[in-house]
């Protein structure tokens, strides 16, 4: 199994288990994740084009700056309104 890097500059890092995949996305709320890093939104909008043909409904997110963790009420928004996130990590 590959080893899962956490990119946060943790002292000790913390073990974390894997979230449980979900069985399929077909008619689930989807987050796509824009960390705002320059080219992230076109990323996501070609990645709803395909999740949206498929019949998952796309909620889109916008974090404030890619130098700080997502704020806490974006994520509690998220966490009530979709069932997975996918994040946009691009350069």
Same mark, same amino acid.
């Given at each position: 199994m590959p080893e899962l890097l956490d990119?946060?500059?943790?002292?000790?890092?913390?073990?974390?288990?894997?979230?449980?995949?979900l069985p399929s996305l077909e008619g689930r709320a989807v987050a796509l994740l824009d960390i705002s890093k320059? @080219? #992230?939104?076109?990323? /996501?909008?070609?990645l709803e084009e395909?999740?949206?043909? @498929? #019949?998952?409904?796309? /909620?889109?997110?916008?974090k404030p700056t890619f130098a700080k963790p997502a704020p806490a009420d974006l994520r509690h928004e998220i966490s009530l309104r979709c069932e997975a996130v996918i994040e946009a990590l691009a350069d």
């Open positions: 990119p946060t500059s943790e002292r000790r890092p913390a073990s974390r288990p894997r979230a449980a995949r320059p @080219r #992230g939104d076109l990323f /996501l909008d070609r395909g999740l949206s043909d @498929r #019949g998952v409904e796309v /909620l889109r997110y916008r």
